[in-house]
């Protein structure tokens, strides 16, 4: 018992590490030691080790250490798996701890935690049984009221965070919340903050996964809802830049994700619209420009090829050719991936153009070695797994 003690207490205190790998390490190595130990022990006995266990955790999600926090998300996504006879109040427990993560959100917070803490809930709506409908409704209701209700820039980040995990793990539970949700989805859509801006799209990417398996006159309409929304912001007069990225934004993920239930038809004022901000000030407008280019160009390559390869070749080149401040990395994919799109389309004086190009990009630079900016820039603009 003496050595299993200190096992437990071992991997209780490497949850607090400041390193992450430790902490990951400790978290699977804590579900194993317990299935284990259930393994050995009576129901009865091994409850009341369950018992002492979720106060420890307890402990470490209110811990002002934000690594014993963090700590304890992990272990409890791991533990939301391990079965045992109280599994119902192992469910509600774990969800109030992931409330209690959520609610004590300032400006402050770690946004790692938020990330982790609706990750955890993901899971746990998921595998939570006849639980998950209460634990749906009661956090997607406190979302959607952080969305529009609350100025901590933190809450509204945690709620965008928290509707993207239920709409892709509880899909049945959040379908009845789809029309509420793209009530109130879009103030964080256009939301000043980065990270606000790319957590609602993601979120309103995983309600149009939801949508794509419903009956087609839903599907139809919800689709148009949101292009719409996207098409009258993208229209208006002066919009800020915030506005027009997730408008943009949201545009891409319809081509990705509604096929031409919606957008073929639109194909043409999508393009024309997306080129009306190549060339605008703003920095991030102009790479989700490029970035669009090539998901017009998958989504319909002849009409892209008759209308907009050689328009998108020559922006595209000329952002290359135009300076230090240019974004390379997006660039050059954008021309890869057109390319892998509409094949032999591009013209031999083109592809000469885009050949040397690519060779001057992957020169060594100033007494460095190759440039992995293209990697980088690919990876840094990358916010959220889909």
């Given at each position: 018992?003496?050595?299993?003690?200190?096992?437990?207490?071992?991997l209780?205190?490497?949850?607090?590490?400041?390193?992450?790998?430790?902490?990951?390490?400790?978290?699977?190595?804590?579900?194993?030691?317990?299935?284990?130990?259930?393994?050995?022990?009576?129901?009865?006995?091994?409850?009341?080790?369950?018992?002492?266990?979720?106060?420890?955790?307890?402990?470490?999600?209110?811990?002002p250490?934000?690594?014993?926090?963090?700590?304890?998300?992990?272990?409890?996504?791991?533990?939301?798996?391990?079965?045992?006879?109280?599994?119902?109040?192992?469910?509600?427990?774990?969800?109030?701890?992931?409330?209690?993560?959520?609610?004590?959100?300032?400006?402050?917070?770690?946004?790692?935690?938020?990330?982790?803490?609706?990750?955890?809930?993901?899971?746990?709506?998921?595998?939570?049984?006849?639980?998950?409908?209460?634990?749906?409704?009661?956090?997607?209701?406190?979302?959607?009221?952080?969305?529009?209700?609350?100025?901590?820039?933190?809450?509204?980040?945690?709620?965008?965070?928290?509707?993207?995990?239920?709409?892709?793990?509880?899909?049945?539970?959040?379908?009845?919340?789809?029309?509420?949700?793209?009530?109130?989805?879009?103030?964080?859509?256009?939301?000043?903050?980065?990270?606000?801006?790319?957590?609602?799209?993601?979120?309103?990417?995983?309600?149009?996964?939801?949508?794509?398996?419903?009956?087609?006159?839903?599907k139809r309409?919800?689709?148009?809802?949101?292009?719409?929304?996207?098409?009258?912001?993208?229209?208006?007069?002066?919009?800020?830049?915030?506005?027009?990225?997730?408008?943009?934004?949201?545009?891409?993920?319809?081509l990705?994700?509604?096929?031409?239930?919606?957008?073929?038809?639109?194909?043409?004022?999508?393009?024309?619209?997306?080129?009306?901000?190549?060339?605008?000030?703003?920095?991030?407008?102009?790479?989700?420009?490029?970035s669009?280019?090539?998901?017009?160009?998958?989504?319909?390559?002849?009409?892209?090829?008759?209308?907009?390869?050689?328009?998108?070749?020559?922006?595209?080149?000329?952002?290359?050719?135009?300076?230090?401040?240019?974004?390379?990395?997006?660039?050059?994919?954008?021309?890869?991936?057109?390319?892998?799109?509409?094949?032999?389309?591009?013209?031999?004086?083109k592809?000469?153009?885009?050949?040397?190009?690519?060779?001057?990009?992957?020169?060594?630079?100033?007494?460095?070695?190759?440039?992995?900016?293209?990697?980088?820039?690919?990876?840094e603009?990358?916010?959220?797994?889909?």
């Amino acid at each position: 018992m003496s050595r299993r003690s200190d096992t437990l207490n071992r991997l209780l205190s490497d949850l607090g590490s400041s390193s992450g790998d430790v902490q990951a390490n400790a978290a699977r190595d804590l579900r194993v030691y317990v299935e284990a130990e259930g393994r050995e022990m009576s129901s009865e006995s091994f409850t009341h080790y369950m018992n002492d266990l979720n106060r420890s955790i307890f402990d470490l999600v209110n811990s002002p250490d934000v690594n014993q926090v963090m700590g304890a998300l992990l272990a409890i996504n791991e533990l939301i798996d391990v079965p045992y006879e109280e599994n119902e109040t192992k469910i509600m427990r774990f969800a109030n701890y992931l409330r209690m993560v959520f609610q004590q959100s300032t400006d402050n917070a770690e946004i790692e935690l938020l990330q982790m803490a609706a990750k955890a809930l993901g899971h746990l709506a998921r595998v939570g049984g006849t639980l998950t409908s209460g634990i749906v409704e009661f956090e997607v209701k406190r979302a959607l009221e952080w969305l529009e209700g609350d100025r901590s820039e933190q809450r509204r980040l945690a709620a965008v965070l928290v509707l993207r995990e239920l709409a892709q793990n509880a899909p049945t539970m959040f379908h009845q919340y789809v029309d509420t949700f793209l009530d109130h989805i879009w103030v964080t859509v256009y939301d000043p903050k980065l990270l606000i801006r790319e957590g609602a799209v993601a979120a309103l990417a995983a309600c149009l996964e939801l949508i794509s398996e419903r009956k087609k006159e839903w599907k139809r309409s919800c689709y148009l809802r949101i292009y719409g929304e996207a098409k009258r912001t993208l229209s208006a007069k002066n919009a800020d830049p915030n506005t027009i990225h997730g408008s943009l934004m949201t545009w891409g993920e319809l081509l990705q994700r509604t096929g031409e239930f919606v957008m073929m038809s639109r194909f043409k004022e999508v393009c024309d619209t997306v080129f009306l901000f190549k060339d605008t000030r703003d920095k991030l407008v102009r790479e989700t420009v490029i970035s669009l280019l090539p998901k017009l160009a998958a989504f319909c390559p002849d009409a892209f090829v008759r209308g907009y390869l050689d328009a998108s070749l020559s922006h595209i080149v000329g952002t290359l050719k135009s300076g230090k401040n240019a974004p390379v990395g997006i660039a050059y994919l954008a021309l890869g991936e057109i390319a892998v799109a509409v094949g032999d389309a591009i013209d031999d004086d083109k592809l000469n153009t885009i050949i040397e190009l690519v060779k001057a990009g992957l020169l060594p630079k100033k007494g460095k070695g190759f440039s992995t900016e293209v990697i980088n820039e690919k990876t840094e603009t990358t916010i959220h797994p889909s």
